[in-house]
């Protein structure tokens, strides 16, 4: 089983910015893609942003020119770039790495409280 640790959520005013880090251990077959989602109170997780192992990269469209998802392979780690906050970016955020090819898995972190003040 992957294990995925992440860091850097907080408390940061609107339009402020904070920068996640997710780091991949106990790797037994190479992960394809990864990701950030967010929960918010009474919501479902959603997408946030996530990248495959050659770069290519989705965002939510209420993320998109503020929010920078990145990945440095030989150390398994992803990053998410998070700019020009907003309250309605509070949330929980969860790293997923996955493998879509077999053997199939996917792995969640504990994730971290990222809180927007108005």
């Known amino acids: 089983q992957v294990q995925l640790v992440e860091s850097g959520g907080g408390l940061v005013q609107a339009g402020g910015s904070l920068r996640l880090s997710c780091a991949a251990s106990r790797i037994i077959f190479s992960i394809n893609v990864m990701g950030w989602y967010r929960q918010a109170p009474g919501k479902q997780r959603e997408l946030v942003a996530r990248?495959?192992?050659?770069?290519?990269?989705n965002y939510a469209d209420s993320v998109k020119g503020r929010f920078t998802i990145s990945r440095d392979n030989a150390k398994n780690t992803v990053y998410l770039q998070m700019n020009s906050l907003k309250p309605e970016d509070t949330a929980v955020y969860y790293c997923?790495?996955?493998?879509?090819?077999?053997?199939?898995?996917?792995?969640w972190g504990q994730g971290t409280q990222v809180t927007v003040s108005s």
């Open positions: 997923n790495a996955a493998r879509d090819i077999p053997p199939r898995y996917e792995s």
């Open positions: 990248i495959t192992t050659r770069g290519i990269t």
